[in-house]
């Protein structure tokens, strides 16, 4: 490809919705309008038997695999599913009416994101920097997890000790196929079962890219004892998260349960085998850990928050506030020296996420999400991020972007196998490794 051909690509994929239609041309564009601002939904039944489908017989996974000059997937509303869901679901909150999104962006030049950044690691690491140890390897493990992937080479289990006699474990899965250069990390929610998972790791490897899987703190593979905060020597049963404020002290960020293992595990990455880009995927819980640490580390190249996370703002008038409010590590009462801008902390990350070379973000959130971060309430900041993303990679899409993909195409807590195909046709658009 050309380089007036890759530019066209990548641009294609910070305008989301607009550059859609200009490659898609005016069948496609109408189909997306008829998806509202995210363009996202499927028509016909409640399953995803359709795109899924698709992509297996070529159609999607051709234009993904493709060519780079391929327009980005779009589908319309489910009309099925939308039948079953009231009003606040398809209608903006009331709650959005006169509020003004740019002041609740913080950031506004390259000195506000370095002090940002900053102000989060000095937090999570009470100002002793990210760590720069390694993990401890064990190669070529059984991992029953996984026992349905095709096409491993191996898998090597890495474990982060922690404070408090906790550690975290991680999978680092080698592809069969000749590796792509590029790492993957995917992130599991609160508990969510691992079908979403599976799906998206068996793509990245059929498509030659080395993936890390993690499991939240406590949960899955994770799930441990815990030493008591007052007393060392007696261990705890394995807490939930809302258990978790007796740890949190002022010497000490009960956060790094969360983000550490990333943090240690791609020092692994980088000075062993090396990734030319390191792209991040989350669910749920995962996709609040994917907007976090893509906030706090640059070497993240893209990330894709699903179903993880709203501004505070917006989190009252979602169609479900209450899951909406989020778990321990997502509130400001939880962590208040953490989220402590006079902006909105997310708003804020997001752009944290997508600025700086070949960086970008597409955070994706269901309209009909059983479970959280549901409704449209989101496209009320959708063009203020993005422009302000693209303003401050000075309108270079190689140099920053950011989009949001509004899946309408069912009503499930997942990924679903549309929101995956933007996203590997997004990753085979950017072009990073060349």
């Not at 009003?87 to 030049?109: M, N, R």
């Not at 590796?179 to 790791?201: I, K, S």
């Not at 505070?312 to 997502?330: I, N, V």
Request: aromatic share 8%; hydrophobic share 40%.
């Amino acid at each position: 490809m050309d380089r007036l051909a890759s530019r066209r690509a990548l641009l294609g994929g910070v305008l989301g919705g607009v550059g859609a239609a200009v490659v898609a041309g005016p069948a496609e564009a109408a189909s997306r309008a008829g998806a509202g601002s995210g363009g996202a939904g499927r028509a016909g039944g409640g399953s995803a038997a359709g795109v899924e489908g698709a992509v297996e017989k070529g159609g999607l996974d051709e234009g993904v695999r493709g060519g780079k000059g391929a327009p980005r997937p779009v589908a319309p509303v489910n009309q099925e599913v939308a039948a079953r869901f009231g009003p606040e679901y398809k209608t903006l909150p009331a709650a959005v009416a006169g509020v003004d999104i740019e002041p609740l962006i913080g950031i506004a030049s390259a000195a506000d994101l370095a002090a940002k950044r900053k102000g989060m690691i000095d937090y999570i690491w009470k100002g002793a920097g990210q760590p720069k140890t390694l993990p401890t390897v064990e190669t070529d493990v059984p991992a029953p997890d996984f026992a349905s992937l095709t096409g491993v080479r191996r898998i090597d289990r890495l474990t982060v000790p922690l404070r408090y006699q906790v550690s975290a474990k991680v999978y680092d899965i080698v592809p069969r196929r000749a590796w792509n250069r590029r790492l993957a990390l995917y992130h599991n929610g609160h508990g969510e079962p691992f079908d979403t998972m599976l799906r998206t790791v068996q793509a990245l490897l059929d498509r030659g890219y080395r993936v890390m899987a993690y499991a939240m703190p406590f949960q899955h593979w994770n799930q441990q004892q815990i030493a008591d905060p007052k007393d060392p020597a007696k261990l705890l049963p394995n807490p939930s998260h809302r258990e978790l404020p007796p740890w949190e002290s002022a010497e000490f960020s009960a956060l790094t349960f969360f983000l550490e293992p990333l943090t240690v595990t791609l020092n692994y990455a980088k000075a062993t085998y090396r990734p030319l880009s390191v792209e991040m995927i989350g669910l749920s819980g995962g996709g609040w850990t994917t907007t976090v640490f893509a906030a706090l580390d640059p070497r993240v190249t893209r990330s894709y928050p699903t179903a993880g996370s709203l501004p505070f703002f917006l989190r009252p008038a979602s169609p479900k506030p209450r899951p909406t409010t989020g778990d321990w590590e997502q509130t400001k009462e939880a962590l208040p020296g953490f989220y402590a801008a006079a902006s909105d902390d997310f708003l804020d990350m997001y752009v944290l996420a997508s600025v700086g070379p070949g960086r970008g973000q597409v955070q994706i959130l269901n309209r009909f999400d059983e479970c959280c971060f549901n409704g449209v309430g989101h496209r009320v900041y959708q063009a203020p991020v993005r422009d302000r993303v693209t303003l401050l990679a000075g309108g270079r899409p190689d140099q920053g972007r950011w989009d949001l993909l509004e899946d309408a195409t069912h009503d499930d807590h997942t990924i679903s196998p549309f929101a995956l195909s933007v996203i590997l046709w997004d990753l085979d658009t950017t072009n990073v490794t060349t």
